[in-house]
């Protein structure tokens, strides 16, 4: 079974760290872009941060870059987020998502087709 | 960063109703979008592909059409599993970024 399975959430003070995990099952995980997406308390979806397959490419939104690092360990199958500095607007549940890349009819698609459930960030003092 | 803004912001509707969410970018992206349905509680699900190619599994109920910046999803006749929100995604440049989001409640 396909399967992203999302941990390292928590209760954190404002200015305190945490490490996302995510691990992957039953896909060539090594072979795929991967994907984290956040969803603050009663909001809509945020695109936070991807990297390419061996790690040498990453991008972030402008809200988080300079704090979060997004990491990957093919040898094991995981996916990382290190998330420093937090603030309030922060908390979030955090997803990981795998990136489905080609091209269809010559039109290029990249897309999340495979989810985690995803881990709770609470940020507050 | 591309602006994607998705109309309505909610919508309530009943069962056999067709429904039409739009998503408008605020530059053109081609083709390159996805529609996303996402339940309390659970991960997002993806829908459409490449702005109109259904991906697998997903009832032929749904539909998507667009090019450049307008887009539309349509559900053709409103199931109640359909009662969900509703986003789109623009995968043309970095950082991607969602449309804010289509809730569907029934009537």
């Known amino acids: 079974e396909v399967q992203l399975v999302e941990s390292g959430g928590g209760l954190v003070q404002p200015g305190e760290s945490l490490r996302l995990s995510c691990a992957a099952s039953?896909?060539?995980?090594?072979?795929?872009?991967m994907t984290w997406v956040r969803q603050a308390p009663g909001k809509g979806l945020e695109w936070v941060a991807n990297?390419?397959?061996?790690?040498?490419?990453?991008f972030y939104v402008d809200s988080v870059r300079g704090r979060f690092t997004i990491s990957r360990d093919n040898a094991r199958n995981s996916l990382y987020l290190q998330v420093n500095s937090l603030r309030a607007e922060d908390t979030a549940v955090y997803y990981c998502?795998?990136?489905?890349?080609?091209?269809?009819?010559?039109?290029?698609?990249?897309?999340?087709?495979?989810w985690g459930q995803g881990t709770m960030v609470t940020v507050s003092s | 960063a591309i602006q994607m803004t998705q109309s309505p912001s909610s919508l309530s509707a009943s069962v056999g109703d067709r429904v039409t969410i739009t998503c408008r970018a605020s530059?053109?992206?081609?083709?390159?979008l996805g529609w996303y349905q996402q339940k309390p509680g659970k991960a997002p699900k993806l829908l459409i592909y490449?702005?109109?190619s259904l991906q697998s599994g997903v009832p032929s109920r749904f539909s998507g059409s667009g090019s450049g910046t307008d887009f539309t999803l349509t559900i053709s006749s409103l199931q109640p599993e359909d009662f969900a929100s509703y986003y789109c995604?623009?995968?043309?440049?970095?950082?991607?970024?969602f449309g804010q989001g289509t809730k569907v409640e029934i009537k």
């Open positions: 990297i390419k397959q061996d790690g040498s490419e990453k």
């Open positions: 490449a702005a109109s």
């Open positions: 995604l623009q995968d043309y440049n970095y950082p991607r970024t």
């Open positions: 530059q053109g992206i081609r083709n390159e």
């Open positions: 998502a795998r990136d489905l890349s080609g091209e269809h009819g010559r039109v290029w698609y990249d897309v999340l087709d495979i």
């Open positions: 039953g896909f060539a995980f090594t072979t795929y872009w």
